[in-house]
């Protein structure tokens, strides 16, 4: 018995979901401790090094990923698909490499870490080596073996965190408290204390080593399976997906990288700036955790109900709840902000209020990813491309001119109206090309009533403590309510609908 394609497609979505969402939430677990043992400076290192990663992760792939999916379907699986696109990825990645690592004290330098060539030769590897895996992590999906995929995936998460446990961890922890064993002597062997921020970067690379390790033996491919003429047309294809994904990687990092390079005064100072930004950066993740979470089942999910008679009022229904969802996440974090900021360490509380702005930027962003899927229906994703480019020019232009005096303000509010344009910009298009019957005013009063209780919130001269967190849970009700009220005849219609 054949299995149905749809749902075969929602399980795989969840596997893939749960590997992807997962690793996340373990990752960001990471987060509390990070914040607590490094110094604002050194979480500065860290955040700036991996806002890098994700930008150069996606010129370093440069979108081989989909073009692989497109041409395997388009010449049958054949080994040359697979051949032609990891050899380009080997090679180029290769030519990274050493350029990366020949040049290695000259980007310290550059960057401000002159005396820690280290972490570039680090990050060179990691790069390098995260590249090679693309595509035979591509394959699996491909070959619809998502097991396998979500296995490697959370191995490589788990190492990751083990590393970072041990090294960040039990190592102080046996220096401190058996300084004259011989455990301690060994593990002054590989450990150096005073740079701890170094390890974070140790960890990801043996993660990232053993996980190539693992998807050796899905790689078997000749080197005659390599065809140049394929690999031109490949890059055709691809170059306008580069384009996109690094737009969509500047809106999302050159933020901190920004912040690091315009931001006047001493370079310590700045990246304890950069750091404080970083962590408060990570509290707003609870928003992007969501979104992230909505967008595996979003493409299959519209794609599926576009052939239905009623598929336009559907997602008119959809861009509706999924904005009661995100309104009530941005009201429960920024209500009971004073809770929620324990996540990080008290050093780098002092930035919990670009929370509300970040969190509000995400926002817009999960709305804007709800709306893209006009332009994927009717075949115009060149406006996809160009929205992301607006988003990334906004980013860009924002950073400049608010950071010198904002500072990390300036960063968050970039995020805010850049998001804020994309999904703007994507509405009234979508009104031309694919109108749906959005209930307007609905969704503005989603929108807007969390943001008035948000600042009613913060403008009462109410102290921390139990007061407030009744007061602020009476008006979490208020919103609740408001929903309750003004959707009670489509939950009533929702309930007779399941008792039939």
């Known amino acids: 018995m054949s299995t149905n394609p749809l749902r075969r497609l929602a399980s795989q979505t969840a596997v ?77 990645s ?26 570039i030769v680090y990050f060179a590897f990691i790069l390098s080596l995260d590249a090679l895996a693309a595509i035979p992590f591509a394959r699996l999906r491909q070959q619809n073996r998502p097991i396998r995929f979500a296995v490697i995936k959370l191995i490589n998460i788990a190492l990751n965190i083990g590393f970072n446990l041990f090294f960040i961890l039990l190592c102080p922890y046996v220096l401190a408290h058996y300084p004259d ?97 970083g962590a408060c950066y990570k509290v707003s993740i609870i928003m992007t955790l969501f979104v992230q979470t909505f967008r595996y089942a979003a493409d299959p999910f519209f794609f599926a109900e576009s052939a239905h008679n009623d598929s336009l009022k559907i997602y008119a229904e959809v861009l509706k709840i999924f904005t009661v969802i995100v309104s009530l996440i941005f009201l429960a974090t920024t209500l009971y902000l004073d809770v929620v900021i324990l996540f990080i360490g008290e050093a780098y509380r002092a930035g919990r209020d670009v929370i509300p702005i970040l969190l509000m930027g995400n926002l817009f962003l999960g709305i804007f990813y ?13 406006y996809g491309a160009l929205l992301s480019v607006v988003g990334a020019g906004v980013t860009v232009v924002l950073n400049f001119a608010l950071i010198p005096a904002f500072g990390y303000y300036g960063s968050a509010w970039a995020a805010f109206f850049a998001y804020l344009t994309m999904m703007v910009l994507s509405y009234v298009l979508s009104r031309k090309f694919f109108p749906v019957p959005y209930q307007n005013q609905r969704i503005l009063l989603y929108l807007l009533l969390p943001v008035a209780i948000y600042l009613v919130s913060r403008s009462l001269p109410v102290e921390p403590g139990l007061l407030k967190f009744f007061i602020n849970t009476f008006l979490l009700l208020i919103f609740i309510a408001t929903v309750f009220y003004k959707e009670k005849t489509a939950l009533l219609n929702l309930i007779q609908r399941r008792k039939s």
């Open 370 to 382: 709800n709306l893209s899927f006009w332009y994927k229906l009717t075949n115009r994703t060149i």
């Open 181 to 277: 064993t011989a455990l301690a002597h060994f593990v002054l062997l590989i450990f150096d204390p005073t740079d701890l921020v170094s390890y974070i970067f140790i960890s990801n690379l043996i993660s990232t080593v053993v996980t190539l390790l693992l998807l050796l033996p899905d790689v078997r491919f000749r080197w005659q399976d390599f065809d140049f003429s394929l690999l031109k047309r490949m890059l055709v294809y691809t170059w306008p997906l580069l384009i996109v994904a690094i737009a969509g990687s500047i809106n999302l990092s050159l933020d901190k990288i920004l912040l690091a390079w315009l931001l006047p005064g001493d370079p310590d100072w700045v990246m304890s700036q950069v750091g404080i930004y």
């Open 94 to 119: 290769f030519v990274f490499l050493i350029a990366a690592g020949g040049n290695a004290g000259a980007i310290a330098r550059s960057m401000g870490y002159g005396d820690h060539v280290d972490y």
């Open 16 to 92: 893939y979901g749960l590997s992807s969402i997962v690793g996340r939430l373990l990752n960001y677990l990471l987060v509390p401790l990070y914040t607590r043992v490094l110094v604002t400076g050194d979480y500065g290192i860290y955040t700036e090094m991996y806002a890098w990663v994700s930008i150069l992760w996606v010129i370093l792939t440069y979108g081989m990923e989909t073009t692989f999916f497109r041409f395997a379907q388009s010449e049958n699986n054949s080994p040359k698909v697979f051949g032609t696109a990891f050899t380009s990825l080997v090679f180029t």
